[in-house]
Every structure is written in structure tokens, then in C-alpha cells.
């Protein structure tokens, strides 16, 4: 077994570089997410402010992520409260609180693992790390909006009902619901425009190397949802859906 520890991106301007490379390497094939308002226009920002909220699972002997996990604290009205729009509210949140304005919660955005080192346990070690930093910083509980790992196989299943699947134990069917599951999460329900990417149908022409010629809904590699094109208005429109799970800090 490896020597791991867990750094953050403040710690030196290669951990920040080799973050970055990680990120960028595990959501290359789903690029286009990075055109969410949010994304575009905050994401970047809050990781610099808060970069000592960034975790990185370094291999002491490679001196090298084998994964990274990205969060923010944000003032949260409580689970009761969690909107439709999950991932881009967490972002837009937390850049936008204002400095009066308490954290009480800490917001998960990604974890991501480079293929090479998955099924090695990694992502869910990370899950526990998040956990153990919001203790750390006396934060009452962690929100996710999780991007459910195998939705993408079923894409015209609405949401709502793929979260209801089980296995042939009783557990959720998807893996990374349920890797949330057994972490202590408690899944709260979907969030069904968590990512939201609208843009020009050659947008999506170019990142998806198929033609749209008429409007209708397309399924796209790796998406977990059917791609909204319509022609007249030149636009089309993606609204990733994926669920929130809740975790209590101990105080």
C-alpha cells in the first residue's frame, strides 16, 4: 500500500498545478460542464479563495494526487431547504455570501480520481476527508451534489425514479450513491438542474461530434440526460440532473 496523506492546494504552487491536471484529466470527456454560469464564472475564483479547502491525496513516494476533492463552505438554510439547481446553487452560493454572513455547512463539488487509480477505495477515503475538514473547521454538517455514476446507461429514466433502483442486496443501484450511503450520507432527493448548460447548437455540434439538424432530444455520450436541441432558436440546452446526500458533522 502506498504512504498517503492528504495536502491542499495552498500548500505550493505545484500541489495547485498538479490539482488542476487531476481534475482536468478525470472530467475531460464531459468538458462541456465547464459552461455552466457558475462554472465559468465563479468556479475558478473559489477555488483560489478557498484553497486551503481543497484536498489532494498525495502518494508520499511519488509526491504526486492519486485524487483530489473540491468543496466550499456556504451558509445553508438546512436539507429542507436544497434546491432543484444543485451544483451551480453550491457555487453560486458560496461566492456569493456575504462577509457578514456565517458558513455553516460545507459544500462537496467534485472528487476526482484519474482511471488509473480507481476501485482502489480512493474516492471514498476522500468522502471521509471531506467529513473530517468540516469537523475541523466547526461546520454543523456536508451537502453533495452527486453526479450518479450510472445514470449516463439510462439516459430517458427520469431522475426520480432511477434513485428508487436497488441492487440484489437492498442498496442503492448506483455505486457512487451507495459508496455515499455507507460513507453516512443520507440521500436527500434529486436535484434536477444541478448543471445547466445552454449554448449555440454548433456548441454542442463541436463537443459532441454529432449533427443537430432538427429540434428534439439527443442522447450524448456520457451524459446523464438527453441533450434539448431547438433549431429555430439556434440553441440547445443541457440540464444534468443529480441528487443531493446530506451528512451530520459531529460536533
Known amino acids: 500500500m502506498p504512504n498517503?496523506?492528504?495536502?491542499?492546494?495552498?500548500?505550493?504552487?505545484?500541489?495547485?498545478?498538479?490539482?488542476?491536471?487531476?481534475?482536468?484529466?478525470?472530467?475531460?470527456?464531459?468538458?462541456?460542464?465547464?459552461?455552466t454560469r457558475a462554472h465559468y464564472a465563479m468556479y475558478a475564483g473559489l477555488l483560489e479563495t478557498y484553497a486551503d479547502y481543497q484536498l489532494c491525496l498525495v502518494d508520499e513516494e511519488r509526491g504526486y494526487p492519486v485524487a483530489v476533492a473540491n468543496c466550499v463552505p456556504l451558509s445553508c438554510r438546512g436539507i429542507d431547504g436544497l434546491p432543484p439547481e444543485g451544483w451551480d446553487w453550491v457555487v453560486e452560493r458560496a461566492a456569493t455570501r456575504a462577509p457578514s454572513e456565517d458558513a455553516d455547512?460545507?459544500?462537496?463539488?467534485?472528487?476526482?480520481?484519474?482511471?488509473?487509480?480507481?476501485?482502489?477505495?480512493?474516492?471514498?477515503?476522500?468522502?471521509?476527508?471531506?467529513?473530517?475538514?468540516?469537523?475541523?473547521?466547526?461546520?454543523?454538517?456536508?451537502?453533495?451534489?452527486?453526479?450518479?455514476?450510472?445514470?449516463?446507461?439510462?439516459?430517458?429514466?427520469?431522475?426520480?425514479?432511477?434513485?428508487?433502483?436497488?441492487?440484489?442486496?437492498?442498496?442503492?443501484?448506483?455505486?457512487?450513491?451507495?459508496?455515499?450511503?455507507?460513507?453516512?450520507?443520507?440521500?436527500?432527493?434529486?436535484c434536477v438542474r444541478s448543471m445547466v448548460v445552454e449554448e449555440p447548437v454548433g456548441f454542442w455540434e463541436n463537443w459532441t461530434k454529432q449533427r443537430f439538424e432538427q429540434s428534439g432530444s439527443y442522447e450524448v455520450a456520457g451524459a446523464l440526460v438527453p441533450l434539448e436541441i431547438d433549431i429555430e432558436r439556434k440553441r440547445g440546452r443541457y440540464a444534468e440532473p443529480n441528487v443531493w446526500v446530506s451528512y451530520a458533522v459531529a460536533a
Do not use: F
Open 4 to 35: 498517503l496523506v492528504v495536502r491542499t492546494r495552498a500548500e505550493c504552487p505545484e500541489m495547485k498545478k498538479a490539482a488542476n491536471a487531476i481534475e482536468q484529466a478525470a472530467w475531460n470527456d464531459l468538458g462541456y460542464l465547464n459552461y
Open 105 to 190: 455547512t460545507l459544500g462537496a463539488l467534485a472528487i476526482s480520481v484519474p482511471a488509473i487509480y480507481r476501485e482502489k477505495g480512493y474516492a471514498r477515503l476522500m468522502i471521509r476527508e471531506l467529513l473530517a475538514l468540516a469537523e475541523r473547521r466547526g461546520l454543523k454538517g456536508l451537502v453533495a451534489p452527486v453526479r450518479p455514476s450510472l445514470k449516463a446507461r439510462h439516459p430517458r429514466v427520469a431522475i426520480e425514479d432511477y434513485i428508487t433502483w436497488t441492487d440484489e442486496r437492498g442498496r442503492s443501484y448506483d455505486p457512487w450513491i451507495r459508496s455515499h450511503v455507507a460513507s453516512g450520507g443520507r440521500v436527500i432527493g434529486p
